[in-house]
Antibody, heavy 117, light 113 residues
Framework: EVQLVESGGGLVQPGGSLRLSCAASGFTFSTYWMSWVRQAPGKGLEWVANIKQDGSEKYYVDSVKGRFTISRDNAKNSLYLQMNSLRAEDTAVYYC??????????WGQGTLVTVSS | DVVMTQSPLSLPVTLGQPASISCRSSQSLVHSDGNTYLNWFQQRPGQSPRRLIYKVSNRDSGVPDRFSGSGSGTDFTLKISRVEAEDVGVYYCLQGTHWPPGTFGQGTKVEIK
């Protein structure tokens, strides 16, 4: 059974940092592009970033460029999102998902990030 | 960036009746490889999104056959032939042809009248 389990969310002050993790199982993680998608409270879905199978290519939505860094460890079947200089508008549930735009069918349950003083 | 526009944004439906959601893209979603990367997702209240349809019209495993996808180029439709109570939620289209970024529609909220 495919599982994606996010962790690392929580309450952080504006300007702070947080590192999200996503543990993958039940499929060959190293063969998939992986994405992070977020959903602000009561709002729609927004693709945030992706990373190629070997980590050699990474892309970001403009609003997080220079602040967020996506990475992966294929040996640990894990995906990460390092979030720095957090803003109130980054408050959202963050999902990891398979595929270059999260369109390959598997999503985690999400982890909530709240940026507030 | 490709803009995905869904309509309607709210869709009250009667149980057992059909429902239709439109998704239009700001440019053609036909990829140079010949495929059209247009997906449909369902998000039930309190749950993660679940993919229903990939590449316009391919139903995912376990998705009831009352769901169908159609369309081409810039104009796509998700249809539910007979709405059931478990279909309540928000439906999103997602384009994966022209990225980055991947872009979602605004979402269509389906509720029972």
């Amino acid at each position: 059974e495919v599982q994606l389990v996010e962790s690392g969310g929580g309450l952080v002050q504006p300007g702070g940092s947080l590192r999200l993790s996503c543990a993958a199982s039940g499929f060959t993680f190293s063969t998939y592009w992986m994405s992070w998608v977020r959903q602000a409270p009561g709002k729609g879905l927004e693709w945030v970033a992706n990373i190629k199978q070997d980590g050699s290519e990474k892309y970001y939505v403009d609003s997080v460029k220079g602040r967020f860094t996506i990475s992966r460890d294929n040996a640990k079947n894990s995906l990460y999102l390092q979030m720095n200089s957090l803003r109130a508008e980054d408050t959202a549930v963050y999902y990891c998902a398979t595929g270059a735009v999260a369109g390959d069918g598997y999503w985690g349950q999400g982890t909530l990030v709240t940026v507030s003083s | 960036d490709v803009v995905m526009t869904q309509s309607p944004l709210s869709l009250p439906v009667t149980l057992g009746q059909p429902a239709s959601i439109s998704c239009r893209s700001s440019q053609s979603l036909v990829h140079s490889d010949g495929n059209t990367y247009l997906n449909w997702f369902q998000q039930r209240p309190g749950q993660s999104p679940r993919r229903l349809i990939y590449k316009v019209s391919n139903r995912d495993s376990g998705v009831p056959d009352r769901f169908s996808g159609s369309g081409s180029g810039t104009d796509f439709t998700l249809k539910i032939s007979r709405v059931e109570a478990e279909d309540v939620g928000v439906y999103y289209c997602l384009q994966g042809t022209h990225w980055p970024p991947g872009t979602f529609g605004q979402g269509t909220k389906v509720e029972i009248k």
